[in-house]
């Protein structure tokens, strides 16, 4: 979408743009933006030209990963530089949404590897648009080690370690089970990313998590979806006394936690009222048997519980006991409720409809606070 005084066709100097101060795929986005002209200046800068004869100079700052606390701060440092000719923009992989409007809000331009969202903002002219076909960089992506399923485990092992502790291969493997080819060429990636740092070498080498909102955010975006949801109507005075009826489901003797909103708000209460429970349960489980043991049905509409299971059941490898500080929800035994991680609740939640994403950001700015 095009705004402003921005009205021509493509003229790019793919010459000049194609050297090793500017990264290939920024050169490929470039060329396929229509209506503005580009030239690179020196070094990492470029200009911008808009009808009417006017340019402006651009720098690309990168940024691999960019959590929405980093971009905070590196507006208040532009701000503090702030320059009407030579203006910064934002190369980095796929910014969160909320990073996006941060950004947006301070009138900063950015481009995105991934997603080939290019975002230009300067007095007189305003671009946001998004590059469907830029496939040499799809193609490098689609060989990437994602972070969903086993590999999310991995993530949830990284923001749930002490943030005082150097981070280990092996004891990040030994945690999360999973093959230490898999874990040695995430760890890659999360340092490439700036995610990660790393000191010493061969046995000896330590890691360290330099960016824990890059983190959520990375897992946030590329953790797959619930496969199944089932509707369960259970008989219920209220939303508290349903939580209490929830014990029932260890008569099954399988895993089973709290997730989604109703974990995220118990670990940060936010809600006025309480959420219904979303539950996840072990996938080989059948919805009916969990429905049973609760005292109630599987039903299409009208639902107060909601079953989320997932093959592998990897969502509940990390799950512990919920034990209430205030009583309220959880006032059965210690041990009896269970729940998923802090961080799982939160990238269950972020993305979800209503009120969710205020319950998520309480969550986050917690961990955030306690992980400083």
């Not at 936690?257 to 118990?266: C, H, I, Q, T």
């Not at 209460?269 to 048997?289: G, K």
């Not at 041990?335 to 998923?340: A, D, N, P, S, T």
Request: proline content about 5%; charged content about 20%; aromatic content about 6%.
């Amino acid at each position: 979408m095009f705004t402003g005084l921005v009205k021509m066709a493509i003229l790019v100097n793919l010459a000049m743009l194609s050297t090793h101060n500017i990264p290939d795929w920024i050169s490929r986005l470039l060329h396929q933006v229509d209506g503005i002209s580009f030239d690179q200046i020196s070094g990492d800068s470029f200009n911008v030209s808009v009808p009417g004869g006017k340019h402006y100079t651009f720098t690309i700052r990168s940024f691999p990963s960019l959590s929405r606390e980093k971009a905070v701060d590196l507006v208040a440092t532009l701000k503090a530089m702030e320059s009407t000719r030579i203006r910064p923009i934002i190369a980095s992989r796929k910014l969160a949404a909320p990073t996006r409007e941060i950004l947006r809000q301070a009138n900063v331009s950015w481009i995105e590897a991934e997603s080939g969202v290019c975002h230009f903002v300067a007095p007189g002219i305003l671009i946001d648009t998004k590059i469907e076909e830029h496939g040499h960089q799809k193609e490098a992506d689609s060989t990437k080690i994602r972070l969903r399923d086993r590999s999310g485990l991995i993530a949830e092992a990284l923001l749930t370690s002490p943030k005082a502790d150097d981070l280990r291969l092996a004891s990040i493997v030994k945690r999360t089970n999973v093959s230490s080819g898999l874990a040695s060429r995430l760890f890659r990636r999360l340092t490439d990313l700036g995610i990660l740092t790393d000191h010493g070498g061969g046995p000896n080498r330590k890691w360290q998590l330099t960016d824990f909102g890059a983190l959520l955010d990375l897992w946030a975006q590329e953790e797959r979806e619930v496969e199944r949801v089932t509707g369960l109507y259970i008989w219920s005075r209220s939303p508290d006394a349903l939580y209490d009826k929830l014990p029932a489901l260890n008569d099954l003797k399988v895993q089973w936690a709290l997730a989604g909103v109703s974990a995220a708000n118990l670990y940060a209460p936010t809600l006025t009222a309480t959420p219904n429970p979303i539950v996840r349960l072990d996938a080989s489980v059948p919805a009916s048997q969990a429905a049973e043991a609760l005292g109630g049905e599987v039903v299409q509409k009208g639902a107060n519980l909601h079953l989320w299971q997932t093959t592998g059941n990897a969502a509940l490898y990390n799950v512990a006991p919920w034990i209430s500080m205030h009583g309220g929800i959880g006032r059965v035994d210690a041990g009896l409720l269970q729940i998923v991680s802090r961080p799982r609740a939160y990238i269950e939640s972020i993305a979800s409809p209503g009120r969710t994403p205020d319950v998520a950001q309480n969550l986050r700015e917690r961990m955030i606070a306690s992980n400083a």
